[in-house]
């Protein structure tokens, strides 16, 4: 997810409002760090990684170090935490296969 974060940031960083940037990483980047994740045993540990990845994303898009700030960020953006988001798409990937 950094080589296409950074791909996304480096180009439009100068020109775009941060609300773009985030909708851009949300629609993406993202989909790259969660690719797989719904059939692939993951544990707290692997969890905490990847927030901590989408975490750095958003101290970098608003130059912030405060966990605050990106919190509320995402709150702000209707961004998912990785947990959130992993239980989604396991559960999608379950109905898909009952079907």
């Known amino acids: 997810m950094y080589r296409a974060f950074n791909a996304v940031f480096g180009k439009v960083v100068r020109i775009a409002f941060p609300d773009v940037v985030v909708e851009l990483v949300k629609s993406k980047c ?3 760090l969660c690719y ?8 707290k ?12 994303c958003l101290r970098k898009i608003f130059d ?22 992993i239980d989604i798409k396991k559960e999608i990937r379950s109905k898909l296969h009952l079907v």
């Open 64 to 85: 912030t170090k405060l966990t605050e700030t990106v919190r509320e960020c995402m709150r702000e953006f209707n961004w998912l935490t990785m947990r959130d988001l």
């Open 36 to 43: 797989g994740v719904e059939v692939c045993p993951v544990n």
């Open 45 to 56: 540990s692997h969890i905490g990684s990847l927030q901590y990845v989408v975490g750095n």
């Open 30 to 32: 993202l989909p790259i």
